[in-house]
Nanobody
Framework: QVQLVESGGGLVQPGGSLRLSCAAS????????MGWYRQAPGKQRDFVAQ???????NYAAAVKGHFTISRDNAKNTVYLQMNNLKPEDTAVYYC???????????????WGQGTQVTVSS
């Protein structure tokens, strides 16, 4: 089992940058597919970025070229570097981890509690 704790959110002006961190405990993240999602008030939770255990990355079109997902296995931490932030990036950002399939073919999904990012002048 994995516990995920996000940090690094806050208030930033348009055009500014933030780096979110997702620290894991209970298991090492090296064998997990990691992701970031975000949810604005009254809206659904949307995919932002994904990083597989072999280093493959995927991004939502809205953030490609501005956000970067990475991991530091030594620190058991995943990051989301957010540059050129816009007001529409305002949301609660959630860290996600998906395990490899077990012998029954079941993958476990874990979520952090989220960290607030507000982009406003």
């Amino acid at each position: 089992q994995v516990q995920l704790v996000e940090s690094g959110g806050g208030l930033v002006q348009p055009g500014g940058s933030l780096r979110l961190s997702c620290a894991a405990s209970g298991s090492l993240l090296g064998r997990y597919t990691m992701g970031w999602y975000r949810q604005a008030p009254g809206k659904q939770r949307d995919f932002v970025a994904q990083l597989t255990n072999d280093g493959t990355t995927n991004y939502a079109a809205a953030v490609k070229g501005h956000f970067t997902i990475s991991r530091d296995n030594a620190k058991n931490t995943v990051y989301l570097q957010m540059n050129n932030l816009k007001p529409e990036d305002t949301a609660v950002y959630y860290c996600n981890a998906i395990s490899g399939a077990n012998i029954l073919g079941i993958r476990n999904t874990y979520w952090g509690q989220g960290t607030q990012v507000t982009v406003s002048s």
